[in-house]
């Protein structure tokens, strides 16, 4: 009978070899062939959920293992045919994460190779997020070589909080490889910065130095998962993306053009520039209050099975998440993330936590609230020293 190794380096084969094509002409992907011909550690940035799949085909004889959200692990029959043909190794988003890197430096001094989504998200403006800080020291006792890969053009071809598939232009690079003697010389922080530098895209620079369009209908719809505030009555939660624009119940039109710029582009040209201004307003409030109805409360178990906890309205009051009759004060809040467009997922008291929205909603403004009550919690830590 095979052995694991045997059928997932020929199951990895023959599905690039399916796959490529259509991949190439659905994405108007371009890219090069890889052949590593050693263990390596790839970290790339991420920016579509095709995102295993474009990279698996750039190198179709290199068999990795991917790193992927815990999610996945609960999909019935769906999920065990994707622990069958990749075996994943499983990421809890809203925990720390140490379970996670010890799987893959397991994998890696076995003499596998891993790829690892180094945001541990999609980006949602736009432009590439930090790594999480213990990359780099995985990256330097790992034993295997380290590849950073950066795909671009993908936030306008299938934005995270879009709907559809956008025809434009995506590329995949490699874009340098570090051997572990080098690595050895290096420090983890060092390591973190220079994955940080090359895996970093910025959508609207590339956008500027060469426009490219990205065709579709229905371009705005669901930008409401990603925008929370209006620039022009600055309230929260009354954006709405419909056909080609986003419109709020104070008057604003603005419309989402093919090149994913805003006309007019006042006061904000694009994504990331609305998205910075919306947390920075956000964080400048003292506790902000906002809710949202049809919210569903899971706890999540070790074994990926579910238990329901209830539908109702979220809110956030003040220092404190409200679903129902349960209450979750946001310092005691310990690790919180985002999964897709509809899903937060948390770590309270040693359980693990989900919330799901029933339709569109912007889930952002709770993990910004959230963060900026862990600085103040981790500045007042410090200033008691």
């Known amino acids: 009978m095979m052995n694991e190794r045997k059928r997932l380096r020929l199951v990895w084969l023959i599905l690039c070899v399916l796959i490529a094509p259509g991949l190439r002409w659905l994405f108007a992907f371009r890219y090069k062939v890889n052949h590593p011909g050693q263990p390596v550690l790839v970290i790339s940035n991420h920016v579509t959920n095709f995102d295993p799949l474009l990279l698996a085909i750039t190198f179709p004889r290199h068999q990795m293992y991917f790193v992927a959200s815990e999610h996945l692990f609960r999909k019935g029959w769906m999920s065990k045919a994707i622990r069958y043909l990749a075996a994943p190794i499983a990421r809890r988003k809203g925990t720390t994460g140490m379970d996670t890197a010890m799987a893959c430096m397991r994998k890696l001094r076995a003499g596998e190779s891993v790829c690892i989504f180094g945001e541990g998200e999609t980006t949602w403006n736009g432009l590439t997020s930090p790594i999480f800080p213990a990359t780099g020291n995985l990256a330097r006792i790992s034993g295997a070589a380290l590849i950073t890969y950066r795909l671009e053009g993908g936030f306008l071809t299938a934005p995270r909080w879009g709907k559809g598939i956008r025809r434009g232009r995506m590329v995949g690079r490699i874009v340098n490889t570090y051997q572990p003697e080098e690595l050895q010389k290096l420090t983890a922080q060092q390591i973190n910065d220079i994955?940080?530098?090359?895996?970093?895209?910025?959508?609207?620079?590339?956008?500027?130095?060469?426009?490219?369009?990205?065709?579709?209908?229905?371009?705005?719809?669901?930008?409401?998962?990603?925008l929370f505030m209006c620039p022009k009555c600055r309230k929260i939660g009354t954006l709405h993306g419909e056909g080609n624009h986003v419109r709020c119940s104070c008057g604003l039109d603005v419309e989402y053009t093919e090149y994913g710029l805003f006309n007019p582009p006042v006061p904000f040209e694009n994504m990331a520039q609305w998205d910075q201004w919306q947390h920075e307003t956000l964080h400048g409030m003292e506790w902000p209050s906002f809710s949202d109805e049809d919210v569903s409360l899971f706890k999540l178990h070790n074994d990926h099975t579910t238990e329901s906890l209830g539908s109702g309205v979220l809110k956030l009051e003040g220092s404190v998440l409200y679903h129902g009759?349960?209450?979750?004060?946001?310092?005691?809040?310990?690790?919180?993330?985002?999964?897709?467009?509809?899903?937060?997922?948390?770590?309270?008291?040693?359980?693990?936590?989900?919330?799901?929205?029933?339709?569109?909603?912007?889930?952002?403004k709770y993990y910004a609230v959230w963060r900026k009550c862990r600085e103040t919690i981790a500045a007042s830590g410090k200033a008691n020293v």
């Open 195 to 226: 994955i940080n530098r090359d895996i970093y895209e910025d959508t609207w620079a590339s956008q500027k130095q060469e426009p490219i369009r990205y065709r579709g209908r229905n371009r705005a719809v669901q930008i409401e998962t990603s």
């Open 325 to 364: 009759e349960d209450a979750f004060p946001l310092g005691d809040i310990t690790d919180l993330g985002l999964v897709q467009r509809r899903i937060l997922v948390f770590t309270y008291e040693g359980e693990y936590y989900e919330l799901r929205t029933a339709k569109p909603a912007c889930l952002r």
